[in-house]
């Protein structure tokens, strides 16, 4: 592309803010004029000559639609090159403030949900998977090992089988009343069971801590799934295993109304890329059909 383009694109206080906001988060149309003060139409004018150009990229979720800056190609290399001026400008920091403000709010309500439902989840997600047995799904890809951790691992119900299999079981959950739940499940039986509350982005758990990780049916209500498995790579022990439990891509709308969904389930390639960008090779993958025309991916994947 001609560099005179670059240019004509970046020649605007707004769109310089567009790229300075979505080169740190990705984020709908309406997240973004909440954050600037303006209105959609005005600021979907911005994002397309920015994204015609190929500095900012787009991805379609079911009826919403979420910008970023691009990660590859030319655009990235526009974008990388103007990093350095953003941080002269109090604008830019205001900006990210704000943004800042919007993902703990959203965080927040995901919280909130899952505290009013925790007392009827198990019922919810029987009444989603159907009859599959998702804990033999995934006990039959875990192998004996000191120290298992289900990240999101919401009223419990998978801590005590892992136990059979591990001589320590860590689960973490955001929601309070998710884990007060599971406490009450064990009522002080399990010794060998440790639950910490903690966001699955920045996980209570130390540098490779863990021999294994489960992330079971909750990367679809992050903001940033890459960085949930990035974190996974952190806490885990190089050659042990990630097993990903997830939603197949699909465009039902009810689930993001119902259960606030972040991402309409995944396509494989996705799965694919965020596993090998964060440092695991996958091993295997397969897929289950469950109700309302819905499937999903189980992902078994080594810490390389």
């Known amino acids: 592309m001609e560099p005179l383009l670059y240019f004509k694109s970046l020649a605007d206080a707004t769109r310089l803010r567009l790229v300075h906001l979505l080169s740190r988060y990705e984020l709908s149309v309406n997240e973004i004029a909440d954050i600037m003060k303006m209105g959609q139409s005005r600021i979907s004018r911005h994002l397309k000559i920015l994204s015609d150009c190929g500095i900012l990229t787009y991805r379609r979720d079911g009826l919403w639609v979420f910008y970023s800056a691009a990660t590859e190609g030319e655009g990235h290399e526009v974008v990388s090159a103007l990093r350095f001026l953003f941080s002269r400008e109090p604008v830019y920091s205001a900006d990210e403030e704000r943004a800042h403000g919007i993902l703990a709010r959203r965080m927040a309500e995901t919280r909130s949900f899952f505290n009013d439902i925790a007392h009827e989840w ?22 004996p090992c000191r120290v298992a951790t289900d990240l ?22 955001n929601s309070p009343a998710m884990l007060e739940t599971a406490r009450r499940r064990f009522n002080g039986s399990a010794s060998t069971i440790d639950l910490r509350l903690g966001e699955l982005e920045h ?34 022990k190089k050659g042990d295993t990630l097993l990903i439990i997830d ?3 699909h465009s039902d709308e009810a689930l993001r109304n119902r259960y606030g969904d972040r991402w309409l389930g995944f396509d494989r390639d996705s799965i694919f890329m965020w596993l090998s960008k964060s440092g695991f090779v996958l091993n295997d993958y397969e897929r289950h059909a469950i109700p309302n025309g819905l499937a999903i991916g189980v992902y078994t994947s080594i810490k390389e």
């Open 122 to 143: 198990d019922l919810i997600k029987k009444s989603m998977l159907g009859d599959i047995n998702l804990t033999d799904v995934i006990m039959s890809r875990i192998a």
């Open 152 to 173: 999101g691992c919401g009223t419990g119900d998978l801590l005590a089988p892992l136990t059979a299999k591990a001589e320590k079981v860590i689960g973490v959950d």
């Open 203 to 236: 996980l209570p758990l130390r540098d490779l801590e863990a021999d294994c990780a489960i992330i079971n049916m909750v990367l679809h209500h992050l903001s940033s799934p890459e960085s949930g498995i990035r974190e996974a790579h952190r806490v885990i």
């Open 247 to 249: 939603f197949e891509r």
